[in-house]
């Protein structure tokens, strides 16, 4: 790959992504493989001005071997030195810059309660971290490399070169990052954000209806007072970033004991290493009252089943057809893509600054209003190219904003 493009890649991360800040600790969360981009980030980083970057290396082939080896006891507890220096970069508001290239299969065959009951004690030893980076209080952003085993997962009939080839371009385009000046272009994608975002929460409808061809037909109502995101977020400390690289999508809180109808999923969900595939989901008051699946449907049970807020709505998202992910006709096989390739919704925990004021909110409250927790976030794709989407307001008003995959 050409270094000046890997250059303006990594560029693109920190300064757009993270926004990393003069005298700012950056955590960086990247893969062994991988480890020639992430000291291409590190110098970006310290670039920009960080005081201090930390490397959080992974690698995916011991992590399997741990899966798939190591006593039952090493999955019952969460380290609490890992608690800890997770609260001591929070405290010092560390920047997170996360390089994800893992294999899609990597957990495939690996004992499915065994990963449950891990993700429920990591879960629960970091809830209260974890939630400070989903309130905003820490900037972090997120971007892929294609690595060979996710490469041939995407393309299966090519070899490990020639399928890296052929996704380099795709991962390139989806993140805006083919061009000469990245950055610029992010700014003037997040105008098309701040268009959408806009309207919607000039609208403060109190329920949108999904209409789609594959037998999608639910009504999810929305918080009082919710607020619409999407593309470039505010921290705390009033400093915009980007998330996830790519983004596609506009997303706000629905009301947990609100929806009702039935949803069928438009593309597969890669979850815990495997795919689940044709699948839906039936609710009633907010709640998953029935689900099935072709494939993996145990996977799905274990999902529902984690808590009793991963039954329920943490997040709704709007992404039209014209997607440039969803126009590639690709599973990628990786959330970060197949989420910004079509409309979709998350079960489990909400984001707090989804509603007005939510990030001063104590947990409690936030439910009476609401919002959702849960142990779980986990997106899933329901938007077709002929969905419709209605709103309604409090007074019974319907207008119809979004029609044949595109906003009206």
Not at 153 to 167: G, H, I, N, Q, Y
Request: proline share 4%.
């Amino acid at each position: 790959m050409n270094q000046d493009i890997l250059k303006n890649y990594a560029n693109l991360l920190v300064k757009a992504g993270g926004n990393v800040q003069p005298g700012q600790l950056v955590v960086i969360r990247c893969a062994i493989e991988d480890a020639a981009f992430g000291r291409m980030v590190q110098e970006c980083a310290y670039d920009a001005g960080a005081s201090e970057v930390e490397f959080d290396w992974n690698d995916d082939q011991s992590s399997r071997t741990t899966w798939l080896r190591a006593a039952d006891e090493a999955f019952e507890t969460f380290p609490q030195w890992a608690v800890d220096k997770m609260k001591y970069r929070n405290d010092k508001g560390a920047c997170y810059l996360h390089i994800t290239s893992s294999n899609p299969d990597n957990l495939k065959g690996v004992d499915s309660e065994r990963l449950r009951k891990y993700s429920m004690v990591a879960g629960k030893a970091t809830k209260e971290e974890s939630a400070k980076i989903m309130a905003g209080e820490q900037r972090w952003s997120v971007v892929a490399l294609p690595s060979p085993a996710w490469a041939k997962k995407v393309f299966p009939d090519l070899s490990e070169t020639e399928a890296v080839d052929k996704l380099w371009p795709l991962v390139l385009k989806a993140a805006r990052a083919d061009g000469e000046n990245p950055i610029e272009e992010w700014k003037q994608h997040d105008e098309n954000f701040t268009k959408n975002v806009n309207y919607l929460n000039e609208q403060q409808f109190s329920a949108l209806r999904f209409i789609t061809g594959l037998g999608t037909d639910i009504t999810i109502g929305l918080v009082k007072n919710h607020r619409w995101a999407g593309g470039s977020d505010v921290a705390k400390d009033g400093i915009r970033f980007f998330p996830n690289i790519p983004t596609e999508e506009v997303f706000t809180m629905p009301h947990r004991e609100k929806a009702d109808g039935h949803v069928v999923a438009s593309m597969p969900l890669s979850y815990q290493g495997n795919l689940i595939e044709d699948f839906e989901f039936t609710f009633k008051d907010g709640k998953v009252v029935s689900y099935k699946a072709k494939t993996n449907e145990h996977l799905l049970k274990n999902m529902v089943e984690m808590d009793d807020g991963a039954a329920r709505l943490g997040e709704v998202a709007i992404v039209p057809n014209s997607s440039p992910i969803g126009q590639m006709n690709t599973l990628f096989y990786n959330t970060l893509f197949d989420e910004n390739a079509s409309a979709h919704l998350a079960l489990g925990k909400a984001y707090p600054n989804n509603i007005q004021d939510g990030d001063s909110l104590p947990l409690e409250t936030l439910i009476e209003q609401g919002g959702n927790d849960s142990l779980i976030h986990v997106d899933f794709m329901f938007g077709t190219p002929d969905m419709k989407i209605i709103g309604i307001k409090d007074d019974g008003t319907e207008i119809c904003f979004f029609n044949h995959g595109a906003y009206l």
